[in-house]
């Protein structure tokens, strides 16, 4: 099932879930994920009732087996002033964390 959370589900099932399963008694969470093809960790993750161990997967209930992920990122800046003491080439540098130790031990 894809779209509105349905009812009833398990409890505290993660924020964000796109699709749902209803489990029936024969089921367990790992023929769940591989049906579904997500994984275990993601199963248990996205449906945190289960202990992380299946222990408490409950027949009867709708369980997520997709979620959306907001990826959201911060723009960070910095300023870095340095004095030029002679000339750097690339190919003088091999590594950029070279670079950086060079800025840092001239400013």
């Known amino acids: 099932m894809v779209g509105a959370t349905p009812v009833p589900t398990q409890d505290g099932i993660a924020v964000g879930c796109t699709a749902f399963y209803y489990v029936v008694s024969s089921d367990g969470c790992w023929a769940i994920a591989n049906y579904h093809g997500i994984t275990l960790d993601n ?4 449906n945190p009732a289960f202990n992380g161990d299946c ?17 959201t990122s911060i723009a960070q800046t910095s300023t870095i002033t340095s004095k030029v003491i002679g000339s ?20």
């Open 88 to 107: 750097i080439t690339t190919t003088s540098i091999p590594k950029i964390s070279t670079l950086i130790s060079t800025i840092n031990t001239t400013v």
């Open 55 to 71: 222990s408490d997967l409950f027949p009867n209930y709708y369980v997520g087996i997709s979620r959306t992920v907001i990826l």
């Open 43 to 46: 199963l248990y993750l996205w």
